[in-house]
């Protein structure tokens, strides 16, 4: 994956290099960390940071959790060439560059909590403080959802997804008590998703739907300063390259991010009111309340209907195969069907001679029709795997719906001696096909599409409900 060369925390006037974040090295000899922390206006400067470090972290997370999804497949070289066949090496840089990341954001927020706030007081008890909890519980929240374990402080034993998890829900539990905020209520709802726990998740996640129906917050990016969105690359700066390429299923959503004309990058989705639609959804469905779950994911396809798309010029994606041989759908004249057992579909693939118009927020093939039409809570359930699959897609989630984890890294291991060699190993479910490129695989015949694998199906009838 492409590094960046220089990444430089801005706080005020003056730079920080990145290993000033972690409060251990100071790389400026014209400013120490105790002189930045003593500047007017401190708190708000390092939550800018805050904010820098989290792009920086989801420019490493995002194009490669893509890959390791079903969402996209790497065509070219420039990408990661392993994660799309479920190889998954704790000698992998990607992983612990997402890891390093992780660390970094963490130890950033505690700093400004410990030493920020100690000396810019005037921000204590305001909404700068509540963001550094929700920052710190926000990498905790990553640590859980994507890596078999990470330690949660430096050079500490690595700990489960579940303790990740309940380290985020103390921080962001911490974040609302200080300054209440709709972010950190969906923040909440998704990590007691995560945790199964359905009384809390849907709690939080009506509280969401009560406040603000349509919450988005985004992860932003500089075209002049930097960092530039990594995955803008991946999926349209480097468009004629055709290094990243949807599976044909999801081809209406791609590119998610374009040009948005001169210096200005595409921002990415960090949290969206969508996501308590679905927490509540699948939650009345665990609870057999299928008329209600229907009425929540109309409601849903309303919210998502109302969501900005974007007219991209994406006429240099040629949609190429392998050396030219793979055939890969790039017209509107091809249908697809998610398995050999389900109809074919049109409006799935695109025309890209002219101007594309793209969902740029959330997008979906479903309307209130097909959800009214589901037979029953499992056929339901699908489409509500399918919805977060669709409307979260580009956003690096898809990897957690699976249920994959990266390993711990070789790096951090000889590092740590904390480490053990079942951290070093990923987690791949069993309901993961046992050729892990299935999930990416597709055949073609004339103008007809069939997708190999049906994941959301698969995760409706193996991995049924989150909250089982």
């Known amino acids: 994956m492409k590094k960046l060369l220089t990444l430089l925390i801005i706080v005020t006037a003056f730079s ?18 105790d002189e930045a922390a003593s500047q007017d206006n401190a708190a708000k400067s390092w939550v800018n940071g805050l904010k ?54 963490r130890e950033q927020a505690l700093f400004g909590l410990s030493t920020i706030l100690e000396n810019d007081t005037n921000a204590k008890g305001t909404e700068l403080e509540a963001e550094m909890h929700f920052y710190n519980g926000w990498s905790h929240l990553i640590a859980g959802e994507y890596f078999t374990s990470l330690p949660a402080e430096k050079i500490g034993a690595p700990k489960s997804p579940n303790d990740h998890f309940q380290l985020a829900i103390d921080a962001f539990t911490k974040a609302n008590s200080v300054v209440p ?10 990590v007691y998703y995560n945790m199964g726990n359905k009384t809390q998740a849907v ?4 509280k969401v739907i009560t406040a603000d129906d349509e919450f988005v917050r985004y992860v932003e990016y500089d075209g002049i300063n930097g960092p530039t969105n ?39 989705a960090l949290q969206k009111a969508e996501e308590a639609y679905l927490i509540v959804a699948e939650a009345q469905l665990k609870d057999s309340q299928l008329p209600n779950a229907k009425i929540t994911l109309t409601n849903l396809l309303t919210l998502v209907d109302s969501r900005p798309k974007r007219d991209i010029d994406d006429t240099e994606e040629g949609r190429k195969g392998t050396a030219g041989v793979e055939v890969r759908p790039n017209a ?12 074919f579909l049109s409006n799935l693939v695109l025309d890209r001679t002219a101007t594309t118009n793209i969902p740029t927020l959330s997008g979906t093939s479903l309307d209130a029709a097909d959800i009214i039409a589901a037979p029953n809570m499992d056929e339901t359930l699908r489409l509500v795997y399918l919805l977060r699959q669709e409307i979260f897609f580009g956003e690096a989630r898809r990897m957690v719906d699976l249920g994959v984890r990266w390993p711990v890294s070789e790096i951090e291991a000889l590092n740590n001696t904390s480490v053990t060699d079942a951290d070093r190993k990923p987690v791949i479910p069993s309901y993961i096909p ?11 015949s004339g103008n007809e599409v069939t997708i190999t694998v049906d994941m959301n199906e698969v995760l409706a009838t193996q991995k049924k409900n989150q909250f089982d």
């Open 230 to 268: 990594e995955m803008e690359d991946a999926v349209y700066s480097r468009q004629s390259f055709n290094d990243l390429q949807p599976l044909p299923r999801l081809d209406f959503l791609d590119p998610k991010y374009g040009d948005l004309g001169g210096t200005t990058e595409s921002p990415i």
């Open 181 to 190: 905020n709709t972010s950190y209520d969906l923040a909440l709802a998704r």
């Open 434 to 444: 046992s050729n892990y490129g299935d999930m990416d695989a597709f055949t073609v």
């Open 52 to 105: 820098q470090r989290t792009a920086i972290l989801y420019n490493d997370l995002v194009v490669v959790a893509e890959l390791t999804s079903d969402n996209y497949v790497n065509k070219a070289s420039y990408f990661n060439q392993n994660v799309d066949n479920g190889t998954f090496r704790d000698t992998d840089t990607d992983f612990n560059d997402v890891a390093r990341n992780v660390g970094k954001l």
């Open 332 to 343: 509107s004249t091809f249908i697809v069907r998610v398995s050999a057992t389900r109809p």
């Open 203 to 206: 709690s939080f996640a009506n």
């Open 16 to 33: 920080f290099s990145c290993d000033l974040i972690d409060g251990t090295n100071v790389q400026n000899p014209n400013l120490t960390l």
